[in-house]
């Protein structure tokens, strides 16, 4: 299984909106509706943000959304906090109790 | 609290094993599917293997089918992965994480750290 393709890098300043794209294939992203988005800051473990591709777990800020479309599944952060700057990770099931995760894209909060 | 913790990690000669347990506390760990995921520091997470609450269905990443075995024991709350046949490039952080019900992951470990190196 390939790993779903993000961008290396995205950055927006404090209370703006940055998306975060990540592609995969009708084996994965297109073919379930179990997309799901990690945030991970430096030297921790990653945090559940975004799982069925838009919904968020108890805990998590609405400025935290998700969507999808075909193969491609996206994550928007609004209003950037300075806590936000982190790395993010998409992540898709894809058949067969196998799991397919992202490269990781580096958010910075300008 | 709910938390998940991970042990077992080492350094371990090319060709070795190693087994790692996984104890989960704070919830009921019977009605949760699990998985290993191993990250290389300053990469992304890689999908190692993934077992059903009942164990009746597993998943293994391409690359270590055959080499890897993963299991649980209910009663003690545990989750395993055998390893075996240990390369290089099986250096990594190795969590294991609870499936959320959405077959997504809401509760990590910290890790436990696999080299293997001559």
């Known amino acids: 299984q390939s790993a779903l393709t993000q961008p290396p890098s995205a950055s927006g300043s404090a209370g703006q909106s940055v998306t975060i794209s990540c592609t995969g294939t009708?084996?994965?992203?297109?073919?379930?509706?179990?997309v799901s988005w990690y945030q991970q800051h430096p030297a921790k473990a990653p945090r559940l943000l975004i799982y069925?591709?838009?919904q968020r777990p108890s805990g998590v800020p609405g400025r935290f959304f998700g969507s999808k479309s075909g193969n491609t599944a996206s994550l928007t952060v609004s209003g950037l906090q300075a806590d936000d700057e982190a790395d993010y990770y998409c992540?898709?099931?894809?058949?067969?109790?196998?799991?397919?995760f992202g490269g990781g894209t580096k958010l910075t909060v300008l | 609290e709910v938390q998940l913790v991970e042990s077992g990690g080492g350094v371990v000669r090319p060709g070795g094993s190693l087994r790692l347990s996984c104890v989960g506390s704070?919830?009921?760990?019977?009605?949760?599917?699990m998985i290993w995921v191993r990250q290389v520091p300053g990469k992304g997470p890689e999908f190692v293997s993934a077992?059903?609450?009942?164990?009746?269905?597993?998943g293994y990443e391409e690359s270590v089918k055959g080499r890897f075995t993963i299991s649980r024991d209910n009663a003690k709350n545990a989750l395993y992965l055998e390893m075996s046949t240990l390369r290089a490039e099986d250096t990594a952080l190795y969590y294991c994480?609870?499936?959320?019900?959405?077959?997504?992951?809401?509760?990590w470990g910290h890790g436990t750290m696999v080299s293997v190196s001559s």
């Open positions: 009708g084996s994965d992203i297109g073919g379930y509706q179990y």
């Open positions: 077992i059903r609450w009942n164990g009746d269905n597993i």
């Open positions: 992540s898709s099931y894809a058949g067969s109790d196998i799991w397919v």
């Open positions: 704070g919830f009921r760990f019977d009605e949760y599917g």
């Open positions: 069925e591709v838009s």
């Open positions: 994480a609870r499936d959320a019900g959405g077959l997504a992951f809401d509760v």
